[in-house]
């Protein structure tokens, strides 16, 4: 299956915090982090734990560009 | 000035795209590609251009994981 | 590959309409439409087409509520 | 009054889980479930409760294709 | 019928800028303007013209704020 | 450095409530409130509290219209 959204950002999860309805992921890839906050219930249906191999995905339309 | 905005990924513009309305930027960032979708009028307030370093900018809350 | 999204509505492409940077994708899902705005390379790559059986993804954070 | 939002999915609350700043909404519709994080003062101003009808918003640019 | 949306900025169209798929609509609301990027139809099947008393809805997740 | 999101409205912080993952940051803007949910270490990074002048920025994609 394929996904519409371009920016796939390959990477390691780095820190896990769950709050009672969203949980923010830090995912370290390369130099960079990229910070994502899902659901919790996503979260644990992903089975998301530190260390894992994850990829970050990003809708084009929510870039915002900074020059 | 900052911005609440943590995701932040510097790179430099690959290419772009105008249309009437909005414009597709390319911005190549070490092994990845970051691709955003803002107003053509956003990107001409901007100047941008192939070539300008920028930093791609990404709420936290529009990042998804894929395991 | 699983993805955090948890809004998934299958369905089949209706229509398809493309600009310069993004396009429109209308799925027909039982009674109701979805239409996507997802940019024109992403419909291309994916070769999407009327028929298609594709699936619509919605982050949570997207979703509102009318009561 | 008409909102530009097209994608209207129509249904009933099945669940609500409230944090200290956000909610999660999950509205059963037909076979599907539409799962919303909206803030928990928005989930107690409309007054939200379980069996709720109500209706399902998405903006079309949030909306993603798989396939 | 109530939204969930809880950043109501009222207004007047002050400006459309229509292309094959979105459209740009420019809210004047005291001193400052408001940008908005819609599908065409939706700004069709509203039937908006300048001039027109609207009222631009942003969800809380899509704010970011700069200090 | 200049930012492609073209929504800016000046304002000053009225409340600020925090969660375990996010918080909600209410500003006040002359006659209008502007209400954003962040990332509470967003919050904490940019030092935000009541009585700060701030700016709220919101991508003009994230802009509905109602009318």
């Known amino acids: ?6 920016n796939k950002i390959p990477g390691t999860i ?5 709050g009672e ?7 370290k ?3 960079i982090e990229v910070i994502s906050v899902i659901t919790k219930d ?3 249906e ?3 734990k530190v260390g894992d191999k994850v990829t970050a995905l ?3 339309t929510s870039v915002m ?3």
């Not at 299956?1 to 371009?6: D, F, G, Q």
């Not at 780095?14 to 769950?18: F, V």
């Open 1 to 6: 299956m394929k996904v519409s959204v371009r």
């Open 21 to 27: 309805v969203v949980a923010e992921i830090i995912v």
């Open 29 to 31: 890839s390369g130099d």
């Open 46 to 48: 992903l089975g998301l």
């Open 65 to 67: 560009i900074q020059k």
């Open 14 to 18: 780095k820190e896990i915090k769950k």
């Open 58 to 60: 990003i809708k084009s």
């Open 42 to 44: 996503a979260a644990e």
